[in-house]
Nanobody
Framework: QVQLVESGGGLVEPGGSLRLSCVAS???????MGWYRQAPGNQREFVAEINSGGITSYGDFVKGRFITSRDNAKKTVHLQMSDLYSGNTAVYFC?????????WGQGTQVTVSS
């Protein structure tokens, strides 16, 4: 089990970019690290994941605008988000997955508005 702390959220104008970070309290080298989001009234939704081998996957809505990366030595994952629009407004959560075990961060708010 690891503690996860997200950062980097905030207010950004449509078309802008943000870089989210997630720092873990312990090793993540054997874990798949993911990003999920939840908008008010909606269920939590998959955004992106990078597995222990560095292979990435993304939600259908991403359409090449987001990139996730990891630095195992720094126990950190990032989500670089570009060309943001209002529909991307949500709380973004970091997830660490190992087999059937999941750890979650507390989330960071991303608001896209002019």
């Amino acid at each position: 089990q690891v503690q996860l702390v997200e950062s980097g959220g905030g207010l950004v104008e449509p078309g802008g970019s943000l870089r989210l970070s997630c720092v873990a309290s312990g090793s993540i080298s054997d874990k798949a690290m993911g990003w999920y989001r939840q908008a008010p009234g909606n269920q939590r939704e998959f955004v992106a994941e990078i597995n222990s081998g560095g292979i990435t996957s993304y939600g259908d809505f991403v359409k090449g605008r987001f990139i996730t990366s990891r630095d195992n030595a720094k126990k950190t994952v990032h989500l670089q988000m570009s060309d943001l629009y209002s529909g991307n407004t949500a709380v973004y959560f970091c997830n660490a997955r190992f087999l059937f075990f999941h750890d979650w961060g507390q989330g960071t708010q991303v608001t896209v508005s002019s």
